[in-house]
């Protein structure tokens, strides 16, 4: 009776083992590692784009992701977030009109989120949400600097999506490097809920273009789409944003100086992959993405196009890029 009890235990003991293997495995019993949810569309060649590219190559190596559009439907937001927690380990959240991300991070504890260019308030009360805010402002002062160094009119402008505090922050980004830069800069809002009208962001550039600016920066999703296409006609130049627009925009990358780049996807990736690989998560958090590391920065290009920037602007970018990492220069910010 004792060796039969024996066996049992044994037995017990294994399955147990084995069930804990299973629990601790590669997926946790959901189909994906992770689904990426952007509250919009993807076709603006910038900020959607490069999410939904750093989601591609999750994939392309060998990750399980997915990817959902809401196209601005505000009935699917919390809807899309909740259906993406039952599927998934991680749920990366891509817009800032996931206002309700707190209360689904509470009703799913075991999944991890994260909250890309926003910050929930309190952030220290979501053990399992991760805040991913950008130094757009830094990378907004030194396409200021460029801007300013190329205008022939003493003039730039930058659109802007909304009226909302990271939005204000690429303007007082901008502003504050023409301004170092001897340049006056002035700034509209296209106020496109959608964020992919390319005739207001166009009418934008038109308004700032009557005014002198005869550099415009762009900081509103699919509106800018709208602003580079009308360069031609409109007799100025364009600074590009979050992706290197002269590639992805190229048919247009002659009236295109340069972009503000903000790797949405590679932090998306960096992100992914440190959680399921490495098992680390740094919830409760705010990752300050930026300079350092490549998430912020300015893009010139192909290799294969030829730059429009001179060697001693860029020259002058990456003396910058210096001071600010030194404390020389302290970029303003609106968050």
Not at 17 to 26: E, F
Not at 178 to 182: I, M, P, R, S, V
Not at 253 to 269: H, L, P, T
């Given at each position: 009776m004792r060796k039969f009890i024996s066996v049992l235990l044994i037995v017990a003991m294994t399955?147990?083992?084995?069930?804990?293997?299973?629990?601790?495995?590669?997926?946790?019993?959901k189909d994906n590692?992770?689904?990426?949810?952007?509250?919009?569309?993807?076709?603006?060649?910038?900020?959607?784009?490069?999410?939904?590219?750093g989601c591609d190559r999750l994939n392309d190596e060998g990750y399980k992701a997915a990817f959902v559009e809401c196209g601005s439907n505000s009935e699917l937001f919390e809807q899309n977030l909740k259906s993406a927690a039952e599927s998934s380990r991680m749920v990366v959240a891509v817009g800032s009109e996931f206002t309700m991300l707190g209360d689904v991070c509470n009703e799913y504890p075991d999944v991890m989120f994260a909250w890309v260019d926003n910050c929930i308030e309190n952030p220290e009360n979501y053990p399992n949400l991760i805040n991913i805010s950008y130094a757009q402002n830094e990378g907004s002062y030194l396409v200021g600097y460029i801007a300013a160094k190329e205008s022939k009119t003493g003039t730039v402008g930058i659109v802007g999506g909304m009226d909302i505090p990271v939005i204000n922050d690429f303007i007082v980004g901008f502003e504050q490097g023409?301004?170092?830069?001897?340049a006056k800069a002035i700034h509209t809002y296209t106020n496109d809920e959608t964020w992919s009208d390319a005739d207001k962001g166009l009418q934008c550039a038109q308004d700032l273009h009557s005014k002198g600016a005869d550099v415009i920066f762009q900081a509103?999703?699919?509106?800018?789409?709208?602003?580079t296409q009308g360069a031609k006609d409109n007799g100025y130049m364009v600074i590009g944003v979050d992706?290197?627009?002269?590639?992805?925009?190229?048919?247009?990358?002659?009236?295109?100086?340069?972009?503000?780049?903000?790797?949405?996807?590679?932090?998306?990736?960096?992100?992914?992959?440190?959680?399921?690989?490495?098992?680390?998560?740094?919830?409760?958090?705010?990752?300050?993405?930026?300079?350092?590391?490549?998430y912020v920065g300015v893009a010139y290009g192909a290799e294969d196009q030829k730059a429009l920037v001179s060697d001693e602007i860029q020259a002058g970018v990456k003396d910058i890029q210096e001071k600010i990492a030194s404390g020389d220069i302290k970029v303003v910010t609106a968050l």
């Open positions: 399955f147990a083992t084995a069930m804990v293997v299973t629990s601790c495995g590669s997926n946790d019993g590692d992770v689904t990426v949810v952007i509250s919009t569309s993807t076709g603006d060649k910038s900020f959607n784009d490069s999410a939904k590219a023409a301004k170092d830069a001897g509103c999703g699919g509106c800018g789409v709208g602003i992706a290197d627009q002269r590639q992805t925009m190229a048919d247009y990358a002659d009236y295109i100086y340069c972009s503000m780049v903000k790797e949405v996807g590679n932090s998306i990736f960096d992100l992914v992959v440190k959680f399921i690989d490495d098992e680390q998560f740094d919830g409760g958090s705010v990752w300050n993405a930026g300079l350092e590391g490549g």
